[in-house]
């Protein structure tokens, strides 16, 4: 070889080399989804796991089924990476043991309606009653056993799936066919967003809400983490977990979370609210000027330093602190959930809200248009 071709060679080479560098570090690893099986339903259909996760070790594991988000990692400030969220590590878990909805898509009415009934257009309706007498988180058959159709998106700084169901006319009770859709995206600034929407062919009424169960710590219970709600007001229930339909303000009871202040702080309080509770398990009314995304709340864990923003364009968010929670369920990881081992944020429109004219309508007709949104954004401290 002459000096003009070795020359040629080695610049044929090096400008191999430099494509080669250029390919790998446009496809790095920013953002990704992968798809992997996650076992059958009793009727055989295939369930699909999807896990969302970007460069900063957030991770999301979201299953075809119930569109439950089955596992949430989260850095702490040191950048440990646990999982925060409570489930099961299969789906037989989900499947077999009458799960408390952890990580699921809640529908097609989140949260409880008294007696099962209500009325629309001069017509009374039966839902089916799946908890002492009322309707709870849509029925015996919910938004949270069914299996959802999946669609892999990709944003500039986002990943994400959307999932869609056709509720049939008449599922539990409900008027109309309701096609309803749940878009999870994964954002490179470690927000996880809940895009829902929905149309119905008949009038109907519609609340749509995700049921994650936090633990920011990674185990042990939720007390110590220091909650802020931004709401002055919140809604008192009957013995029967029922809105009475008054909307009450939170000052000077234990239900003020106006500033931050830990879960357990007053948690057991000889109350009538936390009592009929049996701690938090209530709607709080937020404070808000219009229907646009903001602040419903916030959560930080001391320990970790890890923290939860809860945004969202709907007027209540539902508190729960896990009092249903009794150590039999044998979680991710083989962890016991005890009473209190996880807290859940539920944004949503009111409980039993079509029995309560005071309260915001959750009524859709055709050719309306459900949105709402919801963003769960982790950050440290
Ligand atoms: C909601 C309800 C609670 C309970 C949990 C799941 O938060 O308000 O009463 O049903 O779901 O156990």
Request: aromatic share 10%; with cysteine; proline share 5%.
């Amino acid at each position: 070889m002459n000096k003009l071709n070795r020359l040629l060679v080695l610049l044929l080479v090096g400008f191999g080399f430099l494509l080669l560098f250029a390919q790998v570090s446009s496809t790095a690893p920013e953002l990704q989804i992968r798809k992997q099986p996650f076992g059958t339903t009793n009727e055989k259909k295939p369930v699909e796991l999807y896990t969302l996760s970007n460069k900063n070790g957030v991770e999301a594991g979201i299953i075809t089924y119930g569109g439950i988000v089955v596992s949430l990692k989260l850095p702490d400030r040191k950048g440990t990476v646990r999982e925060v969220t409570l489930g099961y590590d299969s789906l037989d878990g989900y499947l077999k043991n009458n799960s408390p909805y952890f990580g699921a898509l809640i529908g097609r009415y989140a949260n409880r309606i008294g007696n099962g009934r209500f009325s629309l257009g001069g017509r009374e309706y039966r839902l089916a009653t799946n908890s002492n007498g009322s309707h709870l988180h849509g029925g015996n058959q919910g938004f949270d056993k069914a299996v959802w159709k999946a669609t892999e998106v990709r944003g500039p700084k986002s990943v994400g799936l959307k999932l869609d169901y056709v509720s049939p006319d008449g599922e539990e009770g409900y008027p109309g066919t309701l096609s309803a859709t749940a878009v999870y995206t994964l954002t490179t600034d470690n927000e996880l967003r809940i895009d829902y929407s929905a149309t119905t062919d008949r009038d109907t009424i519609v609340n749509l809400t995700n049921h994650a169960y936090f633990n920011l710590a990674g185990d042990g219970n939720i007390l110590k983490h220091r909650l802020m709600i931004n709401a002055d007001r919140f809604t008192p229930i009957s013995e029967a977990f029922i809105p009475t339909g008054e909307v009450r303000s939170v000052k000077g009871t234990p239900m003020d979370f106006t500033k931050p202040t830990a879960i357990g702080a007053r948690i057991n309080q000889k109350d009538e609210q936390l009592i009929r509770g049996n701690g938090y398990d209530h709607n709080w009314v937020l404070n808000r000027k219009d229907n646009k995304l903001s602040l419903a709340a916030r959560v930080e864990e001391p320990t970790s330093g890890r923290v939860l923003e809860v945004l969202t364009t709907e007027p209540g968010v539902q508190f729960y602190t896990g009092n249903f929670l009794d150590g039999t369920i044998k979680g991710i990881g083989g962890k016991v959930y005890q009473q209190r081992a996880g807290f859940c944020l539920e944004t949503q429109h009111f409980p039993d809200s079509p029995n309560h004219p005071n309260f915001p309508s959750t009524v859709l007709k055709p050719g309306q248009k459900y949105a709402t949104t919801t963003v769960y954004k982790f950050s440290v401290q």
